[in-house]
C-alpha cells in the first residue's frame, strides 16, 4: 500500500505545481488524488485550531485552516477547471457547480466519469501521455543469448551456419567445409535486400532465409 499513498502524494504535489494552469487536461485519478489529499490535510488543519484553541465555532473555521484554504484555492480551481477539459466541457462550466445540490451534484458526477479517451480541442489524453512516459522510461531489452534462437543474435554471436549440418562458416564461404553443401540465397524474401548466399537469415530484417540446396 505504501506505492498507492505515494502515488496519491505525488499527484498532489503535481497539482500544487500547477496552480495557475487552466489550459490542458487532467485526469481523474490527479483530480481525486489532491482533492482527498486537500481534504485530509485541512482536517489536520482544522483538529489543530481546536486544539490550540484556535476555531470559531461560528464560521465554522479555524485560523490555520482558513490559512491553509486560501494557499490551495488557486490549485484546487485549476485542477477543477482541467477536469472539466478532460470531459469535453470549458472551464465557464465549473460556474454551474455553484447551484446548491443540483450544481455539486452534477460536478461531482462529471469529475467522475473518464475523460475523453482521443485528444480533444483541450489537448491530449492525459492518461495516454503518462502510459507512454512509463513506457519510455522502461530499460531497452537487450538481445537474448544464442540459446533463446534470436537470429540476429545468431548472426552477431555465431556468423552463418551451415543449413544441412548447422556447422559455423565463414561469410566468405559459398559452401560449407565440413558436408560440402553450397549455399543459394541472394536476396531475402521479407525486405527484399541482398543477403549472403550462406546465410540462414537475413542481416537488415532478422528474416529465416530458405536456402536452395544444390
Avoid at 485530509?40 to 490555520?64: C, K, N, Q, R, W
Avoid at 534470436?150 to 559455423?168: D, I, T, V
Wanted: with cysteine.
Amino acid at each position: 500500500m505504501a506505492w498507492f499513498f505515494a502515488l496519491i502524494f505525488e499527484f498532489y504535489i503535481h497539482t500544487l505545481k500547477r496552480f495557475v494552469d487552466f489550459d490542458g487536461r487532467s485526469r481523474r485519478l490527479e483530480f481525486w488524488a489532491f482533492t482527498i489529499t486537500n481534504m485530509i490535510v485541512g482536517s489536520i488543519f482544522l483538529a489543530f485550531d481546536h486544539l490550540v484553541g484556535t476555531y470559531d465555532p461560528e464560521t465554522p473555521m479555524g485560523l490555520f485552516n482558513s490559512i491553509y484554504a486560501l494557499l490551495v484555492f488557486l490549485p484546487s480551481l485549476s485542477v477543477s477547471v482541467r477536469r472539466l477539459h478532460d470531459v469535453g466541457y470549458s472551464g465557464w462550466m465549473l460556474l454551474f457547480a455553484l447551484i446548491p445540490i443540483v450544481g455539486w451534484i452534477w460536478f461531482i458526477i462529471t469529475a467522475a466519469t473518464e475523460g475523453q479517451g482521443y485528444s480533444n480541442k483541450y489537448g491530449p489524453n492525459p492518461k495516454k501521455r503518462a502510459e507512454n512516459k512509463t513506457q519510455s522510461q522502461q530499460p531497452e531489452q537487450k538481445p537474448e543469448a544464442m540459446e533463446s534462437g534470436n537470429p540476429l543474435s545468431l548472426k552477431k554471436h555465431q556468423g552463418f551456419q551451415c543449413r544441412k549440418c548447422n556447422k559455423n562458416v565463414s561469410p566468405d564461404d559459398s559452401f560449407c567445409w565440413n558436408c560440402g553443401n553450397e549455399f543459394r540465397a541472394p536476396v531475402c524474401p521479407n525486405c527484399k535486400s541482398q543477403v549472403s548466399k550462406r546465410a540462414n537469415y537475413c542481416s537488415e530484417c532478422g528474416e529465416k532465409l530458405m536456402i536452395q540446396e544444390m
